[in-house]
């Protein structure tokens, strides 16, 4: 049977991760509207309104016709005023939510963040196990973590089903925060001071990984619930959700059998690479040649083989292992209700990518522009005083510091997840690498500001 076609609405849309899913959206086959305080297209149809008004949100849901929601709508970091966070990402959400359910919608997928778990402290391949920090980092991270709960908490409620993703450091071509503050250090010449040791891995997820992961997610949660796209009822869901909770919930032989095989490395950036086995390798020199020559160069050629099959060696502390599956309260493999981290699976180290695009930023004819500087590294320690005295003359002079603990913190810290359970789950992979996805928003940024 073929796929029925979905109506989506962008809660956000107009934004940038918002603006690249309703693209994707539109290149499926899909139908897609926008609701937004600002129209920036006009290729949807577009329904302006406030996120915390419920009445707006139905009838934007009802002229829409959608089916599914997804809800990317947040302001960006550095407001002065921290309640609007609580306001969007929080009281906005629960109108999102209570609209949806007033509607009839089945599906909700939430644009959360990989910070709602970050406090400070080093976060290294974590999974979503971890739960949130006593103490959060900031307003905003606090505020996207109580708007994730409450997306969760209403999985199930009135025949709708919720899932929550997790991106780390979004870049890509529209992007208007990370790309506007590197360049303004590249005007400036600021290119050569590094804060920290740089030994620090970071994630960071190229824009259009993320849109699509939005795609996958919102496939999944219906495959869950309802056979040949038929609508799911408030009793089906209900039930779903109650089996998936259970402590009885077991897994199928192939979901076991899918668990027992270790995932291939993502290759987005650096590329397949085979390691040869008795069973399939280059031949090399030879006087005779094995009388399986060509099933061993054919099975080493092949891209996906039986050859590439390998276990998955777990330990105790693993999220798919016996032991951590045995006192999971939710059947490990479910989507709806979940959240999942989404990245490039790329970790580099912070300072790295920085200088990636600073490289990228160089005319092209004279590329010694900024790589060929000495490399200035100020210790942590100092940064952080350095911050604190910037925030005290700052607040003498009533201006905003450009220097202050907060960013220091952030670029000295270890960031990195484990998504795994998003690349088992959801199916999820990383389509554009670090690489590319740097060389494609640059030449986006250049373009859009005339710049060699």
């Not at 089906?236 to 089996?243: L, N, Q, R």
Request: hydrophobic share 40%; proline share 6%; aromatic share 10%.
């Amino acid at each position: 049977m073929s796929k029925q076609r979905e109506n989506f609405l962008v809660i956000g849309g107009s934004g940038f991760v918002g603006r690249h899913i309703v693209d994707r959206i539109l290149a499926r086959g899909d139908a897609a509207a926008v609701f937004d305080i600002v129209q920036r297209h006009h290729d949807v149809p577009f329904y302006s309104g406030d996120i915390c008004d419920e009445g707006q949100l139905i009838d934007a849901i009802k002229k829409s016709g959608a089916t599914c929601i997804i809800h990317t709508a947040s302001p960006p970091h550095g407001a002065k005023d921290p309640s609007i966070y609580y306001k969007v990402n929080v009281d906005g959400t629960k109108a999102v939510i209570a609209a949806a359910i007033a509607c009839g919608i089945r599906k909700l997928v939430y644009t959360s963040s990989a910070g709602v778990i970050f406090d400070g402290n080093d976060v290294v391949n974590v999974d979503e196990r971890v739960p949130y920090p006593e103490k959060p980092f900031d307003d905003y991270n606090d505020s996207k973590a109580k708007g994730e709960t409450v997306v969760l908490e209403a999985n199930g409620k009135g025949g709708l089903l919720t899932v929550a993703l997790r991106p780390a450091g979004i870049f890509g071509p529209g992007d208007r925060q990370l790309l506007v503050g590197l360049y303004q250090a590249y005007q400036r010449g600021q290119t050569h001071f590094q804060v920290g040791d740089n030994n620090n891995l970071f994630d960071y997820t190229y824009v259009e990984n993320l849109a699509t992961a939005h795609l996958i997610a919102a496939d999944r949660l219906d495959s869950e619930v309802a056979a040949d796209n038929a609508e799911p009822s408030e009793s089906a869901v209900t039930a779903a959700t109650e089996d998936w909770a259970s402590e009885t919930a077991t897994l199928s032989e192939k979901e076991a059998l899918d668990l027992s095989i270790a995932l291939p490395p993502v290759s987005a950036t650096v590329g397949n690479r085979r390691v040869p086995t008795c069973v399939a390798r280059p031949l090399g020199p030879y006087v005779v040649p094995p009388p399986n020559a060509a099933a061993l160069e054919a099975a080493y050629a092949s891209p996906i083989a039986s050859t590439n099959v390998r276990p998955a060696l777990r330990g105790r502390f693993d999220q798919f292992s016996e032991n951590a599956m045995a006192v999971c309260k939710t059947h490990p493999l479910r989507v709806a209700g979940q959240t999942f981290f989404i990245t490039n699976g790329e970790p580099v180290y912070f300072w790295d990518f920085m200088r990636l695009i600073w490289l990228a930023l160089d005319p092209p004819h004279d590329p010694s522009k900024r790589a060929e500087q000495r490399i200035w590294v100020i210790p942590r320690a100092f940064g952080m005083a350095l911050g604190f005295l910037a925030e005290t003359w700052a607040g003498l002079m009533g201006k905003e510091a450009g220097f202050t603990r907060y960013r220091v913190g952030y670029s000295c810290a270890t960031r990195y997840h484990n998504i795994e359970r998003a690349r088992r789950v959801l199916g999820y992979e990383p389509e554009i690498g670090i690489e590319e996805g740097v060389r494609k928003t640059v030449e986006w940024f250049k373009k859009e500001n005339n710049l060699p």
